[in-house]
């Protein structure tokens, strides 16, 4: 199976901040990867698909880039609806992994 | 309205059986792959399975293989997973997810049903 590994666990910024989190797979996946946000007591949602790709309805301060094992999820200017948990996802082979999840956090 | 709603969790002893349904509207069901995400409590989030459009294909994640059992109704626009020999560790919330046609993310997802396995 292809490991997910998100850095940082958590992280804390303040709202205008930019913020970056990193997950890198434990093999290539090519641009098979998705960035989702989490709410406590929510479903999680798209934010990201095919590494770069917005998902339609998603601000644009949110972007994705990289490919092959090496990946960025960044926000450009924190925003107070934007403090979350955010995760990392491969879709290149079964079982379809998730990273362990990044806390963004409020300083 | 593009809507999932997840339905059929409770609590259940170990060694049980629970079935867990999901209702799709708003979207025509029977052209995209459905999958079940699972998220115990305080923890990440584990893919469980997936459905090709006509049911022809299914995947598991190597920790349910041979207890789940995932189908699809597309005449009913439904979406199940039949669980079997329940252990502790089954106890998460479970989602059910729309694959985009490219397979390349979950674009829709539930509520979710929480499933609680203990005596």
């Known amino acids: 199976d292809i490991q997910m590994t998100q850095s940082p666990s958590s992280v804390s910024a303040s709202v205008g901040d930019r913020v970056t989190i990193t997950c890198r797979a434990s093999?290539?996946?090519?641009?098979?990867l998705a960035w989702y946000q989490q709410k406590p007591g929510k479903a999680p949602k798209l934010l990201i698909y095919?590494?770069?790709s917005l998902q339609s309805g998603v601000p644009s301060r949110f972007s994705g880039s990289g490919s092959g094992t090496d990946f960025t999820l960044t926000i450009s200017s924190l925003q107070p609806e934007d403090f979350a948990t955010y995760y990392c996802?491969?879709?290149?082979?079964?079982?379809?992994?998730f990273g362990q999840g990044t806390k963004l956090e409020i300083k | 309205e593009v809507q999932l709603v997840e339905s059929g969790g409770g609590l259940v002893q170990p060694g049980g059986s629970l079935r867990l349904s999901c209702a799709a509207s708003?979207?025509?069901?029977?052209?995209?792959?459905m999958s079940w995400v699972r998220q115990a409590p305080g923890k990440g989030l584990e893919w469980v399975a997936n459905?090709?459009?006509?049911?022809?294909?299914?995947y598991y994640v190597d920790s349910v293989k041979g207890r789940f059992t995932i189908s699809r109704d597309n005449a009913k626009n439904s979406l199940y997973l039949q669980m079997n020999s329940l252990r502790a560790e089954d106890t998460a919330v479970y989602y059910c997810?729309?694959?985009?046609?490219?397979?390349?993310?979950?674009?829709?997802w539930g509520q979710g049903t929480m499933v609680t396995v203990s005596s």
């Open positions: 996802q491969q879709a290149n082979s079964f079982p379809h992994t």
């Open positions: 459905i090709k459009q006509d049911g022809s294909e299914k």
């Open positions: 093999q290539g996946i090519s641009s098979w």
């Open positions: 095919a590494a770069s």
């Open positions: 708003g979207f025509t069901f029977s052209s995209y792959w």
């Open positions: 997810a729309r694959d985009r046609v490219r397979q390349d993310a979950f674009d829709i």
